[in-house]
């Protein structure tokens, strides 16, 4: 008996700005356009905050976090079954 092939995966895509400011202005009655401007400015300030403080919380939604991504090492690294040559990386905030 031969073994099922793999069903290939659906691309999942996100709800847009645009969907987002549609679904909440039916929501609350409000105009799309003011959506849009509370959207573009939540962005900008949780921007802000991050870069800052490095953590933003958004009370009964998310919290987004920074974390410092260690440096690499120069060196020679096996992928796939091939030696490839690596350069040095220095630490990040991510």
Known sequence: MAPKA??????VTSISKTG???AVATATELKK????KVL?????VVQ??????????????CMVKTRLKPA???GKRE????????KAKPARTV
């Not at 793999?6 to 691309?11: D, E, L, V, Y």
């Not at 356009?33 to 849009?36: E, K, L, R, W």
């Open 6 to 11: 793999m069903k290939a995966m659906k691309a």
């Open 20 to 22: 987002l400011a549609e």
């Open 33 to 36: 356009s003011d959506i849009m």
């Open 40 to 44: 573009t400015s939540l962005a900008e």
């Open 48 to 61: 802000k905050e991050v870069k800052k403080t490095g953590k933003v919380t958004l009370p009964g939604m």
């Open 72 to 74: 690499t090492k120069a």
């Open 79 to 86: 992928m796939f079954g091939k030696m490839c040559v690596i």
